[in-house]
Nanobody
Framework: QVQLVESGGGLVQAGGSLRLSCAASGSIFYINVMGWYRQAPGKQRELVAYITNGESTAYADSVKGRFTISRDNAKNTVYLQMNSLKPEDTAVYYC??????????????WGQGTQVTVSS
């Protein structure tokens, strides 16, 4: 009942930047937390960053100082600005959202993923 659509992935050279976007739609009453995860080949999915409705943020140690998460509550959209990209940032990036539907049920949804490839 909640769809997440990601965009902004692609191929970039090491040191470059990309900006990911994720727009949520559906029967949303409010979104509590939005976040980005990533999964590299042969590795488990890991948390990259999240942001709460009150705009508190948290980051994985590996991306602190390079990535910035932000959100536009009016658009139910979360962004991930990725700077100083490294080859080890190469992964499929997934958007996640948790909140409450208009019928007062809770929800948790994932996007389809967007590929980020950083060449050395």
């Amino acid at each position: 009942q909640v769809q997440l659509v990601e965009s902004g992935g692609g191929l970039v050279q090491a040191g470059g930047s990309l900006r990911l976007s994720c727009a949520a739609s559906g029967s949303i009453f409010y979104i509590n937390v939005m976040g980005w995860y990533r999964q590299a080949p042969g590795k488990q999915r890991e948390l990259v960053a999240y942001i709460t409705n009150g705009e508190s943020t948290a980051y994985a140690d590996s991306v602190k100082g390079r990535f910035t998460i932000s959100r536009d509550n009016a658009k139910n959209t979360v962004y991930l600005q990725m700077n100083s990209l490294k080859p080890e940032d190469t992964a499929v990036y997934y958007c996640n959202a948790r909140g409450v539907l208009v019928d007062q049920r809770g929800f948790g949804s994932w996007g389809q993923g967007t590929q980020v490839t950083v060449s050395s």
